[in-house]
């Protein structure tokens, strides 16, 4: 079996593995093999039926939160920005992201799932980060938050380096400023910083 080989955990990611219609029979036969499941997802659809806004427009039913927190030991859902607008400079197609993932994380929490937050910091919202950390404070949900430096590749990332590539000693600052932000808050979860030098060395 994949378990007597040393593999325990799967990651589900995207574009966004909620959008697939066998998704929840999917994650039951991943939890019935005895997997650990972490999934990454914007997550619109657990706040109601909604249609996708990339590669063609597809009708998306509401997902069972309850259902979904029951399956998934670790979901994680992005947030990159303390208002919509910062949100958005990096993540677009939603005018409201940052709005429609507090709903989301709300919603999550209130059926006892297992959050991460994922922050990717880059050029254009390196400054805002501290001011993300009010907006988890409510949840006890929220087991951990990663922050991930950007990185430059694939195409899209590679295309947009300049718009938000920043050098490591900078995300070594925020580190420092977070860290000591989050040890003087009721912030209860892990925070992992995600340097390129770690990730990719």
């Not at 922050?119 to 501290?130: G, M, W």
């Amino acid at each position: 079996t994949t378990q007597s080989k040393g593999i325990t955990k799967v990651t589900i990611c995207g574009g966004d593995p909620l959008s697939r219609p066998d998704i929840i029979s999917l994650l039951e036969e991943i939890k019935r093999l005895g997997f650990f499941i972490n999934l990454d997802t914007v997550g619109t659809s657990i706040i109601g039926n909604v249609q996708t806004v990339f590669f063609g427009q597809n009708d998306i039913p509401k997902i069972d939160s309850k259902k979904l927190a029951s399956l998934i030991d670790l979901i994680g859902i992005p947030v990159d920005g303390s208002t919509n607008e910062i949100a958005t400079t990096f993540r677009s197609g939603r005018a409201h992201l940052l709005d429609e993932q507090l709903r989301i994380i709300e919603i999550l929490d209130g059926v006892g799932a297992n959050i991460c937050i994922n922050t990717v910091v880059h050029k254009q919202n390196i400054n805002d980060i501290p001011h993300i950390l009010p907006l988890l404070l409510p949840f006890a949900s929220i087991s951990k938050w990663q922050l991930f430096q950007f990185a430059p590749i694939g195409p899209l990332g590679f295309r947009n380096r300049e718009i938000y590539s920043i050098d490591t000693n900078l995300f070594g600052v925020l580190r420092k400023r977070l860290t000591e932000a989050i040890l003087s808050s009721d912030f209860a979860g892990c925070i992992e910083f995600k340097s390129n030098e770690d990730r990719f060395r």
